[in-house]
C-alpha cells in the first residue's frame, strides 16, 4: 500500500507541473500579445500624427487670410515643440 501510495503522490506532482507549466506559457504568450498590440498601437498613433501634421501643413498652406494663416502655423509650431511623452 505504501508503494502504491508514492507512485500516486509522484503522479500528482507530475501533473501539477505540467499545469504549472502550462499556466506560465499561457502567461508568456498573453504578456507577448499585450506588447504585440501596445506595439501596433504606437505605430498606428504615430502614422495618424503624420497624417495630421500633412493635413495641418496642407491647410496652412491654402488659407488666404493672413491672420488665419499665422494662428494655424503657430498652432503647429506649437504641435511640434510638445515633448514627447513617448516610453520606451
Given amino acids: 500500500m505504501g508503494l502504491v ?7 500528482n506532482y507530475l501533473i501539477s507541473d505540467k499545469a504549472c507549466m502550462k499556466d506560465l506559457k499561457d502567461k508568456r504568450s ?3 500579445s499585450i ?3 501596445l506595439d501596433q498601437m ?6 495618424m500624427t503624420h497624417v495630421v501634421e500633412k493635413l495641418r ?8 487670410s493672413k491672420n488665419t494663416r499665422s494662428a494655424a502655423e503657430q498652432s503647429s509650431h ?4 510638445k515633448i ?3 516610453i520606451h
Fill in 57 to 64: 501643413d496642407h491647410f496652412i498652406r491654402s488659407v488666404p
Fill in 84 to 86: 514627447n511623452h513617448t
Fill in 30 to 32: 498573453q504578456r507577448e
Fill in 78 to 81: 506649437l504641435h511640434k515643440n
Fill in 42 to 47: 504606437s505605430q498606428t498613433i504615430d502614422v
Fill in 5 to 11: 501510495s508514492k507512485k500516486n503522490k509522484q503522479k
Fill in 35 to 37: 506588447l504585440i498590440a
